[in-house]
């Protein structure tokens, strides 16, 4: 098998399901990238803007930009760091908390429509799949 057909095949999907994704959390107010750095605060709530981005796999420049606009949008705070004067800690807002509830909602929904015609064996296959180019 030619393998452009991979990469031909994975970049069409990965595409739909972002299309698909931006399209829905834009309707709710969001980014793409920023349920990302929402569940990642669920989980880390007061974590530094360093540690974010390599969380979330972003260059600082590129966090600095998002937390910008998630702020505005009253979705974080920036709070003076304990242990360094210079960095700030980052946490969610009630707001950024009930965003992050209705982005996963809409995660699910696209993920179900997208497998809707999948039977369980061939998730847990595909899944693995999934698994295993990740590893390689």
Do not use: W
Request: net charge neutral; with cysteine; proline share 1%.
């Amino acid at each position: 098998m030619d393998n452009s057909l991979l990469r031909d095949r994975a970049m069409r999907a990965m595409k739909h399901y972002g299309d698909l994704i931006k399209e829905r959390l834009a309707g709710a107010g969001l980014t793409f990238a920023q349920p990302k750095v929402l569940y990642s605060l669920i989980k880390h709530d007061g974590i530094t803007q360093r540690e974010l981005a390599e969380q979330c796999y972003v260059d600082s420049t590129t966090m600095s930009r998002l937390l910008d606009g998630m702020e505005q949008k009253g979705l974080i705070t920036r709070r003076d760091s304990d242990d360094c004067r210079r960095s700030f800690s980052i946490h969610i807002t009630a707001s950024g908390r009930e965003k992050m509830t209705k982005a996963g909602i809409i995660m699910q929904e696209v993920e179900e429509q997208l497998l809707k015609d999948f039977s369980e064996k061939e998730k847990e296959q595909f899944f693995d799949f999934l698994g295993r180019i990740e590893r390689a």
